[in-house]
């Protein structure tokens, strides 16, 4: 007679063993067990490009034609009603809008309200220091929940995918990151506010493109060494999948 093995339960995991070979209750709580997929690189460069061309790209280029038919105003109008037809288009092909592009054109709408109200150059200033205080309220708002704004621009922007089951280490990460955006955004504020005050618009205008790719740049690279260390305490590996 052959005796069948009988299922038992490991009181650490409170998960059923099978034959004395533990399962856990959660893959991402064991090394190598799950992994993130990125797109291979000239995938991922195509998507991440493709991104921040109809984000950030399509509306700059907008915003010069319109300004050399009918001045600044006309270049606000046409930046605004390219991001928004962008979006359109988006939802009629895919039937989904990129979170970035969702940003850009709440962002840009705000702007092209400011300039428009009356026409001052000192609201038209004004609308880079407050562009950057409505992102932080954006990125703090999502912070704390389930679904932090970082996360989903990482599977839009890099096509970046998540393991199946939930990793306790890539939560916090995405978490910890979208308050750091939002802290970004803050210190932005705050720097582009005094330096309104301070300095004349020409000066103004050149440091608002400094301090923005500053704030890009630094944001980048922190979420980048943020990223690499939680990889190496979680067990978590990057694979690149889908060409």
């Known amino acids: 007679m052959r005796l069948r093995p009988r299922a038992r339960h490991d009181r650490r995991t409170n998960t059923q063993v099978a034959g004395g070979s533990p399962v856990p209750a959660d893959p991402a709580a064991f090394p190598g067990t799950s992994d993130l997929v990125l797109p291979r690189p000239a995938r991922l460069a195509l998507t991440a490009g493709w991104n921040l061309a ?3 790209g399509l ?3 907008a915003y010069f034609a319109g300004e050399q038919v009918g001045g600044q105003g006309a270049g606000m109008v046409a930046a605004t009603a390219t991001i928004w ?3 359109a288009f988006r939802k009629a092909l895919t039937r989904s809008v990129p979170g970035l592009l969702i940003i850009s054109a709440l962002v840009l709408t705000l702007q092209t309200a400011l300039v428009l109200a009356t026409g001052s150059v000192l609201l038209f200033l004004l609308q880079f220091p407050v562009a950057n205080l409505a992102l932080c309220i954006l990125f ?4 704390p929940t389930g679904r932090p704004l970082v996360a989903r621009l990482a599977a839009e922007v890099v096509a970046l995918r998540q393991p199946s089951h939930a990793h306790p280490g890539l939560d916090r990460f995405f978490r910890g990151v ?3 955006w939002a802290g970004i955004f803050a210190a932005s504020t705050i720097g582009l506010a005094v330096l ?3 300095e004349p618009t020409a000066v103004f205008l050149l440091l608002t493109t400094v301090v923005t790719v500053a704030g890009v740049v630094a944001g ?3 979420s980048v060494v943020w990223f690499i260390r939680m990889l190496r305490r979680s067990g978590l590996r990057v694979q690149f999948g889908h060409a």
């Open 59 to 61: 509306p700059v280029v």
């Open 140 to 143: 703090a708002a999502t912070a």
């Open 220 to 222: 980048t690279f922190l």
């Open 196 to 198: 309104l005050v301070l």
């Open 85 to 87: 037809l962008t979006a």
């Open 54 to 56: 109809e984000s950030l």
């Open 178 to 180: 979208t308050w750091l």
